[in-house]
């Protein structure tokens, strides 16, 4: 177990990963505002956990899944597979669909994924 100093420090450096990461995308692209965003479904190397979420970069996001960046849902259950996302001309109509795919059921969840990527492939490949 790590002590209370260490995680702090760890939490320190997060913090200020995101803020250099940031600063340096608006350096490099200063009038750069996506405007696409994405609704997507990542699940762990067994298929029986699934994570919902949206996000106007989705290069950006799937990064912070995979190296666990985040310390939360996806890290906790090693949840790092693309295996479905939609792409959105605006958040608002992004954040209502991702609403309603969480309150769909799991077996409506999985016909959605099935629908699109039968194999459950990890697409990401293909994006990162």
Same mark, same amino acid.
């Given at each position: 177990?790590? *002590?209370?100093?260490?995680?702090?420090? #760890?939490?320190?450096?997060?913090?200020?990963? #995101? #803020? *250099?990461? %940031?600063?340096?995308?608006? %350096?490099?692209?200063?009038?750069?505002?996506?405007?696409?965003?994405?609704?997507?479904?990542? =699940?762990? %190397?067994?298929? =029986?956990?699934?994570?919902?979420?949206?996000?106007?970069?989705?290069? #950006?996001?799937?990064?912070?899944?995979? *190296?666990?960046?985040?310390?939360?849902?996806? &890290?906790?259950?090693?949840?790092?597979?693309?295996?479905?996302?939609?792409?959105?001309?605006?958040?608002?109509?992004?954040?209502?669909?991702?609403?309603?795919? %969480?309150?769909?059921?799991?077996?409506?969840?999985?016909?959605?994924? *099935?629908?699109?990527?039968?194999?459950? &492939?990890?697409? &990401?490949?293909?994006?990162?």
């Amino acid at each position: 177990m790590s *002590s209370f100093s260490e995680q702090s420090e #760890r939490e320190d450096l997060l913090v200020y990963y #995101r #803020r *250099s990461l %940031k600063d340096h995308i608006q %350096k490099l692209y200063p009038n750069h505002m996506p405007k696409e965003s994405y609704v997507y479904i990542l =699940t762990n %190397k067994n298929k =029986t956990v699934l994570y919902t979420g949206v996000t106007n970069n989705l290069t #950006r996001r799937l990064f912070e899944h995979k *190296s666990n960046i985040n310390q939360g849902f996806t &890290s906790r259950y090693n949840v790092h597979e693309l295996v479905y996302y939609e792409k959105y001309n605006n958040i608002q109509d992004a954040i209502y669909r991702e609403k309603m795919i %969480k309150k769909q059921p799991r077996l409506r969840k999985n016909v959605l994924i *099935s629908s699109v990527n039968p194999m459950w &492939s990890d697409l &990401s490949v293909g994006i990162l």
